[in-house]
């Protein structure tokens, strides 16, 4: 019979550390002492007598197996030098992984070919940085499907065969494409009315990928910009461009503000290069109607310094105003120029949320229309002035305060132009009053009184 054994004595202990011990891996894990450490803990432990051999085979065999399942990647260097290599080793790998997610396409690129040298090593930083995202199941979920998917391994044996490919592949002449592109041209214009921005881009990309000389060509640029603007819109921040008045004399300051507003649920981080400044380009669009129906146009830029980091929280809105200089946008000789200003911004990152992206944010445009000093008195009701010109003034100024009416003005207006219209004594001034009418409503039904009428009837009919 065993002899009684001091059960106190027998617990379990944890072992002592000694002063000095490294605890903690590369990657925070808790290191387990050396085996030549855990064999001197486990020998140097008074036997208890009758229990040695007992006592000594579960502890070796605890020892054994902890050691097998310390990783290896996490067992202390050698050396110092070693120990320096693998340290800056993963530095490289978490700077090519940041590199990866940044909105810089070379820096995308870079991250990649920098991983593709380091191989397999890589792999338990990526998974890391994947479950630190909370991406973790989705990776699991990816790979598990990929396996149900196949081998990636494709042999040309697995392909069709060019008879097989020949005899099915359909003759289409070039018209019939474009009928094809159109369809799906109108397949991502619906989606877009009804606010699918997102799906709309995939199809126009993939059109155009495939046919980039399609006669359509011009129409789906168009859609798709129309889209990314609406996603920035809709999605991360409202962005205008505010003038402090619509109609200005030419010559005056008129101070134009930028405007973002954060409709997305997280904050906002706009981020510029960090060896430039923040900048905004303005490009203003200048356009001359002429009595006679031609439009001279012109255009010119600036650019506008702002913060190099503009940080926006959820509903909150930022801000930055900057001079108009109308003098530029008029010569004397003309009376009046209309000028829409439009504004944008190409930062280098935005950080919305984990993703970060490098997106360009573009401005609702303003419109400012400037007229020569002698209409000043006018400005206060352009409508009135209409009136008082047509019963007793210039072409010139009949035709500068017709253009400046808005809204239910403008409405107003159009309706007494075509009342004049019927009344016109010569030719000449119905033309003159097409042509006008023309400019307000983008209509072209020529100097007929009678088709002016009735497009204004349906018109109305079309309001209520």
């Known amino acids: 019979m065993l002899p009684a054994r001091d059960m106190k004595s027998d617990r379990l202990e944890r072992p002592p550390v000694e002063k000095g011990t490294k605890l903690v891996g590369a990657h925070g894990r808790i290191l387990m002492p050396t085996l030549r450490a855990r064999k001197r803990l486990v020998l140097d432990r008074p036997p208890v007598p009758g229990f040695n051999a007992v006592y000594l085979s579960m502890r070796s065999l605890f020892a054994i197996l902890c050691l097998q399942a310390l990783p290896a ?66 990776y699991a979920t990816l790979r598990e499907l990929r396996t149900r998917e196949g081998n990636f391994w494709v042999e040309e044996k697995d392909l069709p065969t060019a008879e097989q490919m020949d005899k099915d592949v359909p003759k289409l002449a070039r018209d019939q494409v474009d009928k094809y592109v159109f369809v799906k041209y109108h397949e991502a214009w619906s989606l877009a009315k009804k606010g699918r921005y997102e799906k709309a881009v995939e199809i126009v990309q993939a059109v155009l990928v495939l046919e980039p000389r399609t006669a359509h060509s011009e129409g789906l640029r168009r859609l798709r910009r129309f889209c990314d603007i609406r996603i920035t819109q809709t999605t991360m921040c409202e962005a205008q461009a505010i003038p402090a008045k619509t109609i200005a004399i030419a010559g005056e300051k008129v101070e134009v503000k930028l405007r973002l507003r954060n409709v997305s649920k997280q904050p906002i981080l706009i981020a510029f290069p960090a060896d430039g400044q923040g900048f905004a380009v303005v490009d203003y669009s200048i356009r001359v109607p002429m009595p006679k129906g031609d439009v001279h146009e012109a255009s010119k830029s600036q650019e506008i310094r702002i913060e190099k980091e503009i940080s926006i929280a959820v509903g909150a809105e930022w801000e930055s105003s900057f001079p108009m200089d109308t003098g530029t946008a008029l010569e004397e000789a003309q009376e009046l120029r209309i000028v829409q200003v439009q504004a944008w911004m190409q930062p280098s990152r935005i950080d919305l949320g984990t993703i970060p992206t490098n997106r360009r944010i573009v401005f609702e445009p303003a419109v400012v229309k400037i007229v020569s000093r002698k209409y000043e008195k006018d400005l206060t009701n352009p409508l009135a002035a209409l009136g008082r010109y047509m019963d007793g003034g210039t072409v010139n100024d009949v035709f500068v305060m017709a253009l400046l009416l808005e809204k239910e003005d403008r409405e107003k207006g159009i309706e007494l132009l075509i009342g004049a219209m019927r009344h016109a004594e010569s030719r000449v001034g119905q033309t003159f009053l097409a042509t006008l009418l023309t400019f307000l409503t983008e209509q072209k039904l020529g100097p007929d009184p009678r088709a002016w009428r009735a497009w204004w009837e349906d018109h109305k009919k079309g309001q209520r």
């Open 73 to 138: 990647q996490d067992a202390p260097p050698p050396d110092k030098k070693a120990e320096e290599a693998y340290l800056k080793r993963v530095k490289r790998i978490q700077q090519a992984i940041d590199w990866l997610v940044d909105g810089d396409a070379d820096l995308r690129a870079a991250g990649r070919k920098i991983l593709r040298e380091i191989g397999p090593e890589a792999i338990p930083f990526l998974e890391r940085r994947l479950a630190d995202r909370g991406m973790g199941e989705v």
